[in-house]
């Protein structure tokens, strides 16, 4: 609902109007999603047209089998893949494995995008090359495919698509990013500092409250 305010808030400056919002949550955490997608659940009807609503579309991922989105998986290799691959996150890395495997079989040049992701979010590097090993079919070729992955070049672009996102957040949230905060993001090379940035400013209710040292 803070997010709408702000968006209206920058649309009406630039337009004088106040479109309408569609509002998508994809979910695919560990614990079920209990949220209703109608805000507040009012008990007395009558105060329906006086109440300001958040409505919104809950796709939770979780609560799609596997088996559905395999079946459609040849349409778009690269997507199905990467929407099992966040379903498994939290599950055991054999799980992800036969994914990998997939996409290298189909030489989906994605796979390295997904494999990015898999070790940010695992933090799981050794286990990853052992995986590599066995879908490649061997170390000549696990080493092979390693190096095409460091040349995509995934580290960098992630570093620099998150500063993208963080400094459109702070925008959104508090309108303008200081010059003092803006250089230290932009001189930022390492994911995890800005993942901790990120979370302060998810949590920051002015831009006082952003402090970084």
Partial sequence: MHYNAVIWEETAKETNSYPP?????????????????TLPVLK???LEDFVQKLNYILIDLNEIQDDDLIRNIYEDVCTISALLVMKHIFDDLEIIKNILKLLYENNASCIFLVIDYVVIVKKDLEKMEEILKEISGGEEKMMTLTEKWKMEGWMVGKVEGKKEALIKLIQLKF???????EKVINECKDLEELDKILTKVALANSIEEIIIK
């Fill in 175 to 181: 309108g303008a990013v200081p010059g003092d905060l």
């Fill in 21 to 37: 919002i569609i509002n998508i949550v994809f979910y695919h955490g560990k614990r079920k999603w209990r949220i209703p997608t």
């Fill in 44 to 46: 007395d009807k009558q």
